[in-house]
């Protein structure tokens, strides 16, 4: 039997996903959406939209455009975008962008770059449909350099990417820098140095 990929794993679980991760976005993703995401401007484009969480943060005068590839959690997004009319939505690969080149002010992913296959290929699309003054916004969890949160970090990896296509293990920092990104802001969020937002230009 084929490994079944990630974007099955989310449409198995979208329509509970939301129950799943709820201490988490009560104590810590809400705050961080607010934070990174209020003050956007111009255009911008949300990688791994899921089942729509940031959209109520973005300014009414953003023009957001969300992909995903998972059809499940794009129709979850699609019922909280129907009365907000600056936000499109698509389902598209993160690795394949039907965007031209400079297309976007900011990029925005939220805990999306550990579930892409091709994290880096995924990274130098967003940053090929960025402008030139462009940004990427990105609040993410990673491999930590703390040698015992490593060590967690490698023991659940199997069991979340099973579940969800999920890898804990990912150097997604280094992974930006790879993709041609000049990071200007990494600051730690939680866990020392597990979750972090990252902002970077072209």
């Known amino acids: 039997m084929p490994a079944m990929s990630a974007a099955s794993k989310y449409n198995r679980i979208a329509p509970v996903y939301e129950v799943l991760?709820?201490?988490?976005?009560?104590f810590f993703f809400r705050s961080w959406r607010k934070e990174a995401l209020a003050d956007l401007s111009g255009k911008v484009l949300e990688i791994g939209v899921g089942s729509g969480r940031n959209l109520k943060y973005y300014s009414p005068d953003v023009l957001v455009t969300g992909i995903d590839n998972s059809e499940g959690m794009l129709e979850e997004a699609l019922k909280k975008a129907r009365e907000m009319k600056n936000i499109n939505l698509s389902l598209m690969n993160a690795e394949s962008l039907e965007f031209?080149?400079?297309?976007?002010?900011y990029v925005v992913t939220t805990f999306v770059?550990?579930?892409?296959?091709?994290?880096?290929?995924?990274?130098?699309?967003m940053r090929r449909v960025l402008k030139p003054s462009g940004e990427l916004i990105a609040l993410e969890h990673m491999n930590s350099d703390n040698?015992?949160?490593?060590?967690?970090?490698?023991?659940?990896?199997?069991?979340?990417?099973f579940l969800l296509?999920?890898?804990t293990t990912r150097q997604t920092a280094?992974?930006?820098?790879?993709?041609?990104?000049?990071?200007?802001?990494?600051?730690?969020?939680?866990?020392?140095?597990?979750?972090?937002?990252?902002?970077?230009?072209?």
């Open 21 to 26: 991760d709820l201490p988490l976005e009560l």
């Open 100 to 105: 031209s080149d400079n297309s976007f002010d």
């Open 113 to 125: 770059l550990c579930t892409i296959p091709d994290p880096v290929k995924a990274l130098k699309e």
């Open 147 to 161: 040698l015992i949160i490593d060590f967690f970090e490698r023991l659940i990896d199997p069991f979340l990417f």
């Open 165 to 167: 296509g999920d890898h």
């Open 174 to 202: 280094r992974n930006i820098e790879e993709a041609g990104f000049k990071i200007k802001e990494e600051k730690n969020l939680a866990f020392k140095d597990v979750f972090r937002k990252i902002r970077a230009k072209t």
